[in-house]
């Protein structure tokens, strides 16, 4: 007789965790998935730490579409939470059918989540998913409908949970008695519920055209807007500054102090070089340089790699206030 299976969607904190190990202690086989993009994924730590057995999955070029133009809107910033869900559901039910499981659990909390976590919502993405009666969530499932694989006796139901709201503490105290003492720190985990984030993201999508390379970028340094097809970031540590210095390709403008200490500059530009948009840059640039009384500071600008030759240009640095009206 084959060993029944059953797809969980896996986050690597401790509710998805849990959700495993009350299944697996129910003799069933749980395959995880892990869904990937620029907004969220496992950490590469917690991927190579965790002993269930994992399936990492890119659904960025699929996600992106969603992310355009979501059925049930944005939350609080640019996640689109009940749309996102309900397409984790359709791929985890491809992937189930895949491989002949019986089921998908996560591990949900009824009222964790305010947009996404309420009986409402839980019961749209169900629907929407197409996979209605075959989403188990083994911490809340005592305070939810029975599921098919419960009704069918597949899964005991009275080994099952009635865990709600915020409150981490039935799950840490779970955790202990199953000896789970490695779980990571709740978090948000996902880049579009972050405000700044997010206004960076809308603002990338004003573009015509952009990259998986600007998406990333996005999660690195002070951003300012200059025009339409111009955009500057610019470093905030030694480690940023690495990290501009990688994205740096022909055609954009590198950035960089000379004589002081200072951040490393990246110009985007979607469109011809603009002078005057340059000096305003290096201004902007030396305003974050350590420095005393400089009233002009050298700014370095590379135009193509590899980096030789640079354009110096003697500029004051801008204004505080003149920073507002280009920050995004």
């Keep these: 007789m084959n060993k029944i299976k059953a797809v969980a969607l896996f986050s690597g904190g401790l509710d998805s965790i849990l959700a495993i190990k009350l299944i697996e202690n129910q003799g069933i086989e749980v395959i995880g998935i892990n869904f990937r993009t620029p907004f969220f994924g496992m950490e590469q730590s917690l991927i190579q ?14 996600y992106m579409e969603i992310l355009k133009s979501p059925t049930h809107g944005y939350g609080k910033n640019i996640n689109p939470c009940i749309d996102c869900h309900t397409f984790m559901f359709k791929k985890a039910g491809e992937f189930m059918s895949k491989i002949n499981a019986s089921f998908i659990i996560s591990g949900e909390v009824l009222g964790e989540r305010p947009m996404s976590q309420n009986k409402a919502s839980l019961r749209l993405i169900e629907k929407e998913s197409g996979y209605s009666g075959l989403i188990l969530r083994p911490l809340s499932a005592l305070l939810l409908e029975e599921t098919i694989p ?4 597949v899964v005991n139901r009275s080994q099952l949970l009635n865990i709600s709201g915020r409150s981490r503490k039935r799950q840490i105290e779970l955790a202990s008695q199953m000896g789970i003492v490695n ?3 709740p978090a948000g985990g996902c880049k579009l519920t972050e405000p700044g984030f997010s206004n960076r993201l809308k603002d990338l999508f004003t ?3 952009y990259s998986l390379r600007d998406i990333e970028l996005l999660k690195i340094g002070r ?11 610019v470093g905030r540590n030694k480690s940023e500054n690495n990290q501009i210095e990688q994205y740096f390709h022909d055609g954009d403008v590198l950035l960089k102090a000379r004589n002081v200490k200072g951040p490393i500059s990246l110009l985007k530009i979607n469109d011809s070089l603009n002078e005057e948009l340059i000096i305003q ?32 240009k003697e500029v004051k640095p801008l204004e505080e206030n003149d920073l507002d009206s280009l920050r995004i």
């Design 223 to 233: 951003h300012f807007r200059m025009d339409k097809n111009t955009k500057l970031v």
């Design 281 to 312: 840059a290096c201004r902007i640039t030396s305003r974050y340089c350590d420095k005393e009384d400089f009233d002009e500071l050298e700014i370095g600008c590379y135009y193509k790699l590899p980096q030789e030759n640079p354009v110096i």
């Design 183 to 185: 779980y990571p720190s």
């Design 150 to 153: 419960e009704k069918t006796g």
């Design 49 to 62: 730490d965790n002993s269930i057995q994992l399936n990492i999955i890119d659904i960025t070029d699929e």
């Design 207 to 209: 573009q015509d055209k």
